[in-house]
């Protein structure tokens, strides 16, 4: 394997690792804006700067001067959503480019609206393209791209309206500005402000990685978190935005002050002790007068697997219906039928199938059942 010497620091690597990538290794971060480890290198923001000293490449390669980038910013940072985890705002600041000095007239763009989600603000952009190079190359959708030349190159639709794409909602990640933000969580909070904690998707099977934030005991925003085996960078938009529901006039927050707080006994608040026992009583007094069978569970597809064993351990336990998750029943047939026929060795992780030579899809949906599973078979 190659040997590099960076900043006088020795580091061996596999072929065809990127400088950046190597220097990342040894805590050395070479200032970067258009490259992500999903997308590879495309030498479009020009900011990363490498001296090679010896090779058949010498002198400084790709280099350029962030204040260049901030000449049309609107450094509107106090009002804007990526405020604190802003690559741009880091960097800047890390160049020593806190004044600016170019007096001239900024160029100025119109913002479009891209749906309910994602909030468009142009002016902030560095032509990165980031943006673009996810939602055509990695994600396959076409209605978001780049347009027109030179100072008036333009990241957004051909007319405005609502993203396709089930993955948009990582455009408000992958943009190291605030070009694309999180709408629904808009002017809620800086990342400081929020607690943020790991946490598992639990809209599919999949069980993407993701991180939680919350602020005021109530969940406002949930991002990626990155897992080779399983999502890699990116979640579908149904993990990100899965916890809010849409109302005729907004988003609404399962926190909401209308939402009952305790639970009821005939419509009058109790504690949660006093409603357990009762709601045992009720269900002991039943099983005794009418026999076991007349007690029947319901269960739900969403519920977790521990939630789904705990239940069918009491029906069993007592004797009791169920449960049933209301699936059809031809499904539920297919389904077992299916697992049935399969080979353990056959489980493959997402970033194996990114791998495999070919894949049979035999009556499945992956888009609508499991995205990112459709987003592993594209890659």
């Known amino acids: 394997m190659p040997k590099l010497i960076i900043d006088e620091q020795e580091i061996e690597v596999p072929t065809g690792t990127k400088v950046i990538d190597a220097a990342e290794k040894l805590g050395i971060v070479i200032p970067r804006f258009c490259y992500h480890p999903a997308l590879g290198s495309v030498g479009a923001c020009r900011v990363c700067a490498v001296k090679f000293l010896e090779g058949p490449i010498k002198g400084v390669q790709m280099s350029c ?12 940072c106090p009002v804007c959503d990526e405020g604190g985890h802003c690559l741009l705002q880091d960097l800047t600041i890390a160049g020593g480019h806190g004044i600016r ?17 994602i909030r468009h603000e142009m002016n902030r952009c560095i032509q990165c393209y980031r943006c673009s190079r996810f939602y055509q190359e990695f994600a396959g959708y076409r209605d978001l791209g780049v347009m027109q030349i030179g100072s008036r190159v333009y990241f957004g639709r051909y007319k405005a309206g609502k993203l396709e794409s089930p993955f948009a909602g990582n455009l408000t ?11 629904p969580s808009r002017f809620i909070g800086r990342r400081w402000d929020y607690e943020r ?10 069980g993407c990685h993701t991180v939680v934030s919350a602020r005021y005991r109530q969940i406002v925003r949930q991002e990626a978190k990155y ?9 579908c938009d149904r993990g990100r935005y899965g916890f809010y529901y849409a109302g005729q006039d907004g988003f609404y927050y399962a926190g909401q002050d209308e939402r009952p707080r305790y639970p009821r006994i005939r419509g009058k608040e109790s504690s949660w002790e006093n409603s357990l026992q009762a709601a045992f009583v009720g269900l002991e007094r039943i099983s005794r007068e009418s026999g076991p069978a007349a007690v029947a569970c319901v269960g739900s597809v969403r519920s977790s697997l521990e939630t789904q064993a705990a239940l069918k351990r009491l029906c069993q336990t007592k004797g009791w219906q169920g449960p049933v998750y209301g699936m059809d029943l031809d499904i539920e047939v297919k389904v077992k039928t299916a697992i049935s026929e399969l080979d353990p060795d056959l489980a493959v992780s997402l970033r194996d199938l990114e791998k495999a030579d070919y894949i049979l899809a035999v009556g499945v949906d992956p888009v609508n059942e499991a995205p990112m599973l459709a987003m592993a078979m594209r890659q």
């Open 101 to 117: 000095r170019f007096k001239g007239k900024k160029r100025t763009h119109n913002d479009q609206y891209l749906g309910p989600l």
């Open 227 to 235: 897992s080779e085996a399983v999502n890699g960078h990116f979640i």
């Open 173 to 183: 990640d992958i943009c190291p500005t605030g070009v694309y933000t999180d709408k």
């Open 197 to 206: 904690s790991p946490s598992v998707c639990i809209n599919c099977s999949l």
């Open 65 to 76: 001067v962030i204040e260049l980038l901030m000449l049309n910013h609107p450094h509107d």
